[in-house]
């Protein structure tokens, strides 16, 4: 006689009759979130101060931010003529490193030791310009609101108030922000709606993601592949409210869409991907491609629909007067240039001994990923070495004053192909240890100093 199935079973016996690919998905993203949450809540518990000894025009002064409140502070660390270096003394205390005193955070007032009752001034340096949070109240809830940080502020900013002529938004485009609005009506918090939009998004991204792995690859490099995607060091930005896991759920459905001739959802996918992120305008030079490959029967009307991609972003452009540009130059100090600028302002950060290690770490993610997109142009299909090599150096064309080379860490998490080819090389056990255990460090220690306001990318 047959054991009735019991309950217990149930959740087991429907998740094993899933798609692989969904399996993959769904539990990659729910441990992610897991592994993220726990790392946070132990980031907090060990640091639960983030400070910095700053010199701002010309104004020594030192920065600190509660972790469990959300709450920035910024004083001058000039007391009775000397300058102080300040360091954390539990979650609520400083204290400076030339006489020993204790200083309270919320007040700037020595409480114990040497200087007890002296008080720092306010800096003239106001808070926003070291934590910035574009007009955005910061979340009251620290565990949940470490995920706030700078360029997610602006896409709440623009959800909770649209684009304004003067504040310089137009250079983030409308799509997430606009994903962030609608799904506020149910969460009834901008916040909260921009992590469930992220995460929601993550879920097709991923399946997508190993459903094309698996198009080119065997199961195993796909799962490793997967893998390297999500233990990369800067890989947090899928979960945070940013727009990498929306515009590469965009870009893959693009592409799986077009391998089936689907060119009208194609095109709106990479519509939508254009609206999201700049850079999704490339997207239709990889699906003409593949249109162009895949043969006959050929339809002229599908290839034409793919011209929706470059016209959505142009549309935008028109609709904000090309406010990008202006915004680009003036408020994110940047300029367009050529890709070699970065590396000749890089020699003179080096030489002038201003470069610091997010620098570093840009460079060389940019060195590794220019050649790993060689190795995808010689070793798989050319709509994807096209698709790599376009995003890859578009960013490349801008840089910010100072600052060669920013955010290509996080810009090359849309690079799939190139991480499918990694998955590969990992059957290989020492190229899979190889990749393993520095990007697993590196996760830790960037996304660590992401929640703690440190400029990861």
């Not at 997207?283 to 006959?296: C, H, K, M, Y």
């Not at 011209?307 to 904000?320: D, E, H, N, R, V």
């Not at 100072?402 to 056990?429: E, N, T």
Request: glycine share 8%; with cysteine.
């Amino acid at each position: 006689m047959k054991r009735p199935l019991g309950l217990q079973s149930i959740p087991n016996k429907i998740w094993h009759q899933l798609n692989p690919s969904w399996r993959w998905a769904l539990g990659a993203v729910l441990l992610g979130r897991l592994l993220y949450g726990l790392w946070s809540l132990g980031v907090i518990s060990l640091s639960p101060l983030a400070v910095q000894n700053l010199t701002l025009n010309n104004e020594p002064v030192v920065s600190v931010f509660n972790l469990i409140d959300n709450r920035g502070y910024i004083y001058q660390r000039i007391v009775q003529g000397q300058v102080l270096s300040f360091q954390p003394a539990g979650s609520h205390d400083l204290i400076d490193k030339q006489t020993g005193t204790a200083w309270d955070v919320t007040t700037g007032r020595a409480i114990l030791g040497e200087l007890a009752g002296k008080d720092l001034p306010f800096s003239t340096t106001p808070v926003g310009a070291i934590f910035p949070y574009a007009g955005v109240k910061p979340y009251p809830i620290g565990w949940v609101g470490i995920w706030q940080r700078f360029d997610a502020n602006w896409y709440l900013k623009i959800a909770e108030t649209g684009y304004a002529p003067d504040d310089h938004s137009t250079v983030f485009y409308p799509f997430y922000p606009l994903l962030i609005r609608l799904f506020s009506l149910i969460t009834r918090n901008t916040y909260l709606a921009s992590l469930l939009v992220s995460t929601l998004a993550l879920i097709p991204a991923l399946l997508l993601f190993h459903k094309m792995a698996l198009e080119y690859a065997d199961p195993e490099s796909a799962n490793r592949a997967l893998i390297y995607l999500l233990i990369f060091p800067v890989a947090f930005f899928l979960f945070a409210g940013y727009t990498e896991s929306t515009c590469l759920a965009l870009i893959l459905a693009a592409f799986y869409s077009a391998r089936r001739r689907r060119w009208f959802m194609a095109a709106l996918f990479g519509l939508l991907a254009a609206l999201t992120r700049g850079a999704g305008i490339v997207l239709v030079v990889p699906l003409v491609t593949i249109w162009w490959r895949q043969g006959a029967p050929r339809r002229w009307r599908d290839a034409l629909a793919l011209l929706f991609i470059p016209s959505g972003a142009g549309a935008f452009l028109m609709f904000t007067n090309l406010g990008a540009f202006t915004s680009y130059q003036s408020t994110w100090h940047s300029r367009f240039v050529f890709p070699w600028e970065h590396f000749m302002e890089m020699g003179r950060l080096i030489a002038g001994q201003l470069a610091i290690s997010t620098d570093y770490f840009n460079l060389f993610i940019t060195l590794l990923f220019g050649c790993l997109i060689a190795f995808v142009w010689l070793k798989m299909p050319l709509e994807l070495g096209l698709y790599s090599a376009l995003m890859f150096l578009l960013p490349l064309f801008r840089i910010s004053s100072g600052q060669p080379f920013v955010s290509m860490s996080r810009y090359v998490l849309v690079l799939f192909p190139v991480f499918i080819l990694l998955g590969k090389w990992g059957a290989k056990s020492w190229v899979n240890r190889l990749i393993l255990y520095p990007s697993f460090l590196g996760a830790m220690f960037f996304s660590a100093q992401f929640w703690m306001w440190g400029w990861v990318a």
